[in-house]
């Protein structure tokens, strides 16, 4: 995919996750890998709803500035980090979705309770350490969390969600906010009972055999 091309992408998700109130204000960013050692990262201070392609920054994993006019997010720590450690990442979204950013302030991880999760995501979402954003250790504190997983909450502060692609990582990103709803709503009716790991397992195995035909189905929705 060429750089153009990724920067309309990162637009349209920005849209996307603003519409389905992912995102509020100017909060949150979004990036996606651009080769093998660079990126493209939203700027700071941008409501993402006025984001036009010409903002995006293309940067290096050490941080450096290699085209753009903006200041980049402050979590450029983070979104490099991530792309060094995990090779399989392609996109990495941080959300302030208002349920699991309720969770992350409790500091409760969110448990798999309904097979669409087990299938998509395949795993419960830990909570981080409360550390200051926009740090490297804050983006260490991550990154341990995070492990291989797709998604984590950060303490007393949002959700960070990764993917092999913009729409793969849109897609966890909705799935964790529809997921900690569920854990809330549940929890309120007395008890939200997780599916059984056995379970987890067999659904996420089942999607991801079929997952070619899914993830080309996500491409069409952008």
Not at 112 to 118: G, K, M
Not at 146 to 167: I, M, Q
């Amino acid at each position: 995919m060429s750089e153009q091309e990724l920067k309309r992408k990162i637009v349209a998700v920005g849209k996307k996750a603003f519409e389905y109130r992912l995102l509020s204000g100017t909060w949150g960013n979004i990036s996606a890998r651009l080769g093998k050692d660079r990126m493209l990262i939203t700027p700071s201070g941008f409501e993402k709803t006025a984001l036009r392609p010409s903002d995006m920054l293309l940067m290096d994993l050490q941080g450096n500035i290699l085209r753009g006019k903006w200041r980049p997010s402050s979590e450029v720590p983070m979104h490099s980090l991530i792309y060094k450690t995990r090779e399989d990442v392609s996109a990495v979204i941080h959300t302030h979705s208002y349920y699991a950013t309720a969770l992350a302030v409790a500091g409760q991880e969110i448990p798999v309770l309904t097979s669409e999760f087990a299938s998509a995501v395949g795993h419960k979402v830990p909570v981080t350490r409360y550390i200051t954003s926009g740090t490297w250790e804050f983006a260490e504190e991550v990154i341990r969390t995070l492990g291989d997983g797709k998604a984590v909450l950060v303490r007393n502060h949002g959700v960070v969600v990764v993917g092999d692609s913009l729409e793969d990582a849109f897609q966890t990103a909705l799935l964790v906010e529809d997921e900690a709803r569920t854990f809330v709503l549940a929890s309120s009716l007395g008890y939200a009972m997780p599916l059984d790991v056995n379970e987890v397992k067999r659904l996420r195995e089942a999607y991801i055999r079929g997952y070619g035909q899914e993830k080309r189905r996500l491409t069409l929705k952008l």
